[in-house]
T-cell receptor, first 117, second 113 residues
Framework: NAGVTQTPKFRILKIGQSMTLQCTQD?????MYWYRQDPGMGLKLIYY???????DKGEVPNGYNVSRSTTEDFPLRLELAAPSQTSVYFC????????????????FGDGTRLSIL | GESVGLHLPTLSVQEGDNSIINCAYS??????FIWYKQESGKGPQFIID?????DKRQGQRVTVLLNKTVKHLSLQIAATQPGDSAVYFC????????????FGKGTRLSVIA
């Protein structure tokens, strides 16, 4: 299994451009997540999905959109890139959620480093 | 502000010594905690987790301790090796139980050979 695969690994955008960060997983996980990580900071949740066709906002969703048409794929869309969106983006997946009756740690991809100039 | 925080942003230890990485949390209703390791240029990697009905859990060379009274979590690494050099994050469940994890800022562990 490849696990969680993110593409591209690096990208430079100009202000106002748009792009889609791709994420795919081959573990048949129901839950998928997008995080951003700014230098010296922890991970901030952007969006997550508990299954195909279902998405929900996380802590910092503004400026981003997601879709979940299949179990495997969870692309993240930036419509109008802004310098504040310069960050490292991580996609993750888990079989179930993390909760009182479950024990499903998240598996992470290696990230997409995005710079907006 | 952050609901999960760390006492020390950096920690340097001698190879072979034990490492202790600390984490404070503010949500007294949190009942699930995870430690992740992040090596340079990589995504976080699951190390160990613990539920609030336990105060200690052991893995291979790692032990997590949970003190609910003072809302404190620690990760102990025995016989620290150069390969342990990384940033370590603690994470807790969000306020609504099954919502995704809330991550702290991380502690950078440097192992001195």
């Amino acid at each position: 299994n490849a696990g969680v695969t993110q593409t591209p690994k690096f990208r430079i955008l100009k202000i106002g451009q748009s792009m889609t960060l791709q994420c795919t997983q081959d573990m048949n996980h129901n839950y998928m997540y997008w995080y951003r990580q700014d230098p010296g900071m922890g991970l901030k949740l952007i969006y997550y999905s508990v299954g195909a066709g279902i998405t929900d906002k996380g802590e910092v969703p503004n400026g981003y959109n997601v879709s979940r048409s299949t179990t495997e794929d969870f692309p993240l869309r930036l419509e109008l890139a802004a310098p504040s969106q310069t960050s490292v983006y991580f996609c993750a997946s888990s079989y179930g959620g993390q909760g009182r009756y479950s024990n499903q740690p998240q598996h992470f991809g290696d990230g997409t480093r995005l710079s907006i100039l | 502000g952050e609901s999960v925080g760390l006492h020390l942003p950096t920690l340097s230890v001698q190879e072979g010594d034990n490492s202790i990485i600390n984490c404070a949390y503010s949500n007294s209703a949190s009942d699930y905690f995870i430690w992740y390791k992040q090596e340079s240029g990589k995504g976080p990697q699951f190390i160990i987790d613990i539920r609030s009905n336990m105060d200690k859990r052991q893995g291979q060379r790692v032990t997590v301790l949970l003190n609910k009274t003072v809302k404190h979590l620690s990760l102990q690494i025995a016989a620290t090796q150069p390969g342990d050099s990384a940033v370590y994050f603690c994470a807790e469940l969000g306020d609504l139980g099954n919502t995704p994890l809330v991550f702290g800022k991380g502690t950078r562990l440097s192992v001195i050979a």
